[in-house]
C-alpha cells in the first residue's frame, strides 16, 4: 500500500471515530436532555416553590361555612378592594344578619339596630373573622406560606400571629381553610 493510500485510510478512521464519538455524544446529550426534562417534570409535579404559588384572586365575594368549638357559622365573605373584608352571617339563627367589616385600621359590626366601631388593635388578636381574612390575605400575597402541590390542587401552609394555618387551593381560590386546628372554613360559590 502506498504511503498515500495508508494516509487516506488513516484519515478515514479518524474521520470515523469523530463522527462515531460525536454520535455518541449526541445521543449522550439527548439522554442528558430528557433526564434533566424529566426531573424538572417531577419535581413541578410533586411540589412547588415560593416562586410557584398560584395566582390567587384578589377581590371576591364567597359563602363561608365556618365551625369552631361545635358551632357552626354561614357567612357571606367578601374581600375589598384589597383592603378590607366583610362578613355577613346567615347562622347561627342567634347571630343572623350581624355584619362585621374590617377596612383598613377599624373594625364595625352591625347587628340588628346597634353599631360598634373599633380601632383594629383593640379587638383580640384571634377573632374567628380576624384569622380567616388575616390567612387568605396571606395566601393572596404569597409571601410567608410554603406550597406543595396534591393531584390537582394545592396546599398552602403559613401562619398568621404565630398561629398555623392550612389552606387547599383550587384553581385560583381557595377552597378550605383549617386555622390551628380549631377553625375550619369550606370556601365556595365565588363570584368575582
Not at 384569622?131 to 396534591?150: H, N, P, Q, W
Amino acid at each position: 500500500m502506498s504511503q498515500q493510500a495508508k494516509q487516506e485510510c488513516l484519515l478515514r478512521k479518524a474521520g470515523a471515530r469523530l463522527v462515531i464519538g460525536f454520535s455518541f455524544a449526541g445521543v449522550g446529550l439527548r439522554k442528558l436532555v430528557a433526564v434533566m426534562v424529566a426531573v424538572s417534570i417531577a419535581a413541578f409535579a410533586t411540589g412547588c416553590g415560593e416562586e410557584e404559588i398560584p395566582q390567587l384572586e384578589k377581590n371576591f365575594t364567597c359563602t363561608a361555612i365556618i365551625t369552631q368549638d361545635d358551632i357552626q357559622y354561614s357567612a357571606q365573605l367578601e374581600r375589598i378592594d384589597g383592603v378590607g373584608w366583610k362578613a355577613v352571617f346567615s347562622q347561627p339563627e342567634t347571630i343572623e344578619g350581624m355584619e362585621i367589616s374590617l377596612l383598613s385600621d377599624s373594625c364595625t359590626v352591625n347587628f340588628k339596630e346597634l353599631t360598634y366601631t373599633a380601632d383594629t388593635s383593640q379587638l383580640p388578636e384571634n377573632g374567628m373573622v380576624q384569622l380567616i381574612a388575616s390567612a387568605t390575605d396571606r395566601c393572596i400575597s404569597g409571601k410567608g406560606v410554603e406550597c406543595s402541590a396534591k393531584g390537582d390542587n394545592f396546599i398552602l401552609d403559613g401562619k398568621v400571629r404565630d398561629i398555623d394555618f392550612t389552606a387547599q387551593v383550587s384553581g385560583d381560590t381557595i377552597t378550605s381553610l383549617e386555622i390551628a386546628e380549631e377553625i375550619t372554613a369550606q370556601l365556595s360559590d365565588y363570584s368575582f
